[in-house]
């Protein structure tokens, strides 16, 4: 789940956090993280942000409670490195915090490290054991294209801002790494939604045809 400018930009060409997202943005995106369990976040945007969303509407945290579920879900942070700084907001807000890391151990402000697999598939199978099975990614750029490298995307919701950004920071990493041909079908995806969320932005969401959620 990501806001992303007419061109296809997370982030002005200097880099660093965008704030692209309007209101209804925000709407959606604390509806996205009611329904989930976790919520996967890159290196680079917790660097960028130094924290994450958190569910403000007291409807969806009552919706929550009635569920007897957290009223936060867990932030997975998925890094090569378990190092960041503690007084950072992201270790002072009330949700758990795991890193999930090609490395095993402890890691400073992290209730566990989880073993990130070289395939998805076999991440999210361990993530499911622990409860974890309805995951919203929050970025960045290089978590979203491992993802999809692997074919592991069930859904994509974009709100498209009415901003051109331009620089090189798009919201899919450019790199020689191909994805899957499958991916480049016009039958890959299909259309669930597509609504305007106010303030000129426009909400986007397909589904992978494969996924049973479709």
């Known amino acids: 789940m990501l806001a992303v400018s007419l061109d296809g930009r997370l982030a002005p060409?200097?880099?660093?956090?965008?704030q692209l997202g309007g209101s209804?943005?925000?709407?959606?995106?604390?509806?996205?993280l009611a329904w989930s369990d976790a919520a996967l976040i890159g290196a680079g945007t917790l660097r960028a942000h130094q924290a994450s969303c958190l569910i403000r509407d007291q409807d969806l945290l009552n919706e929550r409670r009635l569920q007897g579920r957290s009223p936060q879900p867990a932030?997975?942070?998925?890094?090569r490195q378990a190092g960041f700084p503690?007084?950072?907001p992201f270790f002072h807000q009330p949700f758990e915090?795991?890193?999930?890391s090609v490395s095993d151990g402890s890691a400073p402000?992290?209730?566990?490290c989880c073993r990130l697999s070289s395939r998805w598939s076999e991440t999210l199978q361990n993530l499911c054991s622990k409860g974890w099975f309805r995951l919203v990614l929050l970025g960045g750029a290089v978590l979203t294209h491992s993802l999809l490298a692997q074919d592991a995307v069930d859904e994509l919701q974009l709100t498209l801002s009415p901003r051109i950004l331009g620089g090189s920071f798009t919201w899919l990493l450019q790199t020689e790494t191909p994805l899957p041909a499958s991916l480049?079908?016009?039958?890959?995806?299909?259309?669930?939604?597509?609504?305007s969320l106010g303030a000129n932005e426009l909400l986007v969401h397909y589904c992978r045809n494969r996924s049973s959620s479709c």
Do not use: K, N, Y
């Open 109 to 112: 402000g992290f209730q566990s």
């Open 184 to 195: 480049m079908s016009s039958q890959a995806w299909s259309l669930v939604d597509a609504r």
């Open 24 to 32: 209804g943005d925000r709407r959606v995106l604390e509806q996205a």
């Open 75 to 79: 932030a997975l942070v998925v890094s």
């Open 13 to 18: 060409p200097t880099g660093g956090a965008a």
């Open 86 to 88: 503690l007084e950072w």
């Open 97 to 100: 915090r795991h890193l999930l």
